[in-house]
């Protein structure tokens, strides 16, 4: 297979980069629950053939030079048995017990000297049961290519493939370029004739073009909540689950998104957290990536952009709730500096990485909640034998005091929570009432009105 050197993009390079604070640190976990214990013979053959599908799992990141971009290399000393270790569970539990195993590892640094991934198979779980856990560092993928990627990792049916082999994942393209020079002068002209056909218009764009690009690089004082403080390197984990048809039952009764319900839950959930520690509030920082990702781009690369916004969570009705915080993320959708992403990547990569740091802890250490809806797998997928039951993830908080992940697997809402240990106190309480909360937004499906509306 010939050689890569890809260059990280300016997105992924700044992901890497911020990592001089290591709370700002970003490995993602896909964890799965299993109905069996994989086939012991088919573990190692199953693996190698979605290793060799997908490139980014055979390199390495390297810096060629303090002023350059950093690359991706071919590992020349990879070895599949470097990535993949096989464990027991700490006691007979359920999926808890397989968080145990991962818990300690969510907020690690990769060995540099590897390509930064590794999996581990979690045996001795009730029931027969296994579980897995996929952990690789941001700059391989984001959310949503993670899933794509996570899915070479998978089979069709328990027999496995018929044609024994992986389709083959496409890294992004070579040596993503910056702009010229010319590329620049290119876009100025353009800009200047349509400023002269129009300059009035031109001036309310552009004064709303840098009123949206200040907002969204705007730094924060400090969290919103009293409680949520503290941030840290420890991380505890918990898994919740809805039933995924009556989310979008809602969604559609409602007239929003999946998401908007989710993040009415969220809400509604860290209302009640607030309350209960004695220390309510009515509106909290958050962070939510709005995914940039076209059916025409390769699984790996980030494609997002972090939106970054006071959620209010004082309404008490989940409906208003909905239309109330649908109402604001779809006005952040809309924002000029969404699409500016790339170029703004650009700008910042050109900063000393001192001034980066800085100036992305401003941007993440004060956010209370960073919260993540990825959709998931949409067909039955085994491992080695085993039947994946249902699949969490744990998006990295990143700065946050909390990430709470959905992600669609089959019929199932698999909703992962992955709390800073430094900053809540009480994380079973926490996932109390984002259940309570989940529950409550899923009975307006069930009600007889919805604004009034018949069912």
């Not at 198979?121 to 690789?136: E, H, M, N, T």
């Not at 993440?364 to 039955?380: F, H, I, Q, T």
């Not at 937004?441 to 069930?446: D, E, N, P, Q, R």
Request: glycine content about 8%; charged content about 25%; hydrophobic content about 45%.
């Amino acid at each position: 297979m010939p050689e890569r050197h890809d260059r990280l993009s300016d997105s992924d390079s700044l992901i890497r980069r911020i990592e001089g604070d290591p709370v700002l640190r970003s490995p993602i976990l896909v964890v799965g629950l299993l109905d069996r214990a994989p086939t012991a013979s088919r573990v190692g053959p199953s693996l190698q053939r979605a290793v060799d599908a997908i490139p980014r799992f055979r390199q390495r990141v390297v810096q060629p030079a303090p002023w350059a971009r950093p690359r991706w290399i071919d590992d020349d000393h990879f070895s599949l048995e470097h990535h993949v270790r096989h464990v027991r569970a700490p006691r007979a539990g359920g999926i808890e017990a397989a968080l145990e195993v991962a818990a300690p590892d969510a907020a690690a640094a990769f060995d540099p000297a590897r390509s930064p991934w590794e999996l581990t198979l979690v045996d001795g779980l009730a029931d027969g049961r296994s579980a897995f856990v996929l952990r690789f560092h941001h700059t391989v993928t984001d959310g949503v290519g993670g899933v794509g990627l996570a899915e070479q990792f998978f089979e069709p049916t328990r027999r496995g493939r018929r044609d024994r082999s992986a389709a083959v994942v496409a890294a992004p393209p070579l040596d993503v370029p910056r702009p010229t020079p010319l590329d620049l002068a290119a876009r100025s002209a353009a800009g200047a004739v349509r400023a002269a056909l129009d300059p009035a218009g031109t001036i309310r764009q552009g004064r709303r073009v840098v009123r949206s690009v200040a907002k969204m690089l705007a730094p924060a004082r400090a969290p919103l909540s009293p409680i949520l403080v503290g941030r840290g390197l420890d991380r505890h984990l918990d898994v919740l689950e809805v039933p995924l048809p009556e989310l979008q039952r809602v969604a559609k009764r409602t007239g929003g998104t999946v998401n908007d319900v989710f993040l009415a839950a969220v809400a509604g959930g860290l209302r009640d957290y607030h309350e209960r520690m004695g220390a309510p509030v009515e509106a909290l920082r958050i962070t939510m990536p709005i995914s940039l990702r076209t059916d025409d781009d390769a699984p790996g690369g980030n494609h997002f952009t972090p939106a970054r916004f006071v959620l209010p969570i004082a309404e008490l009705d989940p409906v208003r709730r909905i239309a109330e915080i649908g109402a604001i993320v779809r006005g952040w959708r809309a924002e000029p500096a969404v699409a500016l992403t790339p170029l703004l990547a650009t700008a910042l990569s050109l900063l000393p990485d001192p001034v980066v740091q800085r100036a992305f802890a401003g941007m993440l250490r004060a956010m209370d909640v960073d919260a993540v809806d990825v959709p998931g797998l949409r067909a039955p997928a085994y491992l080695a034998g085993a039947r994946v039951d249902r699949l969490w993830a744990f998006a990295p908080p990143t700065g946050a005091a909390l990430s709470i992940t959905l992600v669609s697997h089959l019929d199932h809402g698999c909703v992962g929570i992955a709390a800073d240990a430094a900053a809540v106190r009480d994380p079973a309480v926490l996932a109390h009432c984002l259940q309570v909360a989940l529950d409550e937004v899923l009975a307006v499906g069930a009600s007889t009105t919805v604004t009034g509306v018949p069912a």
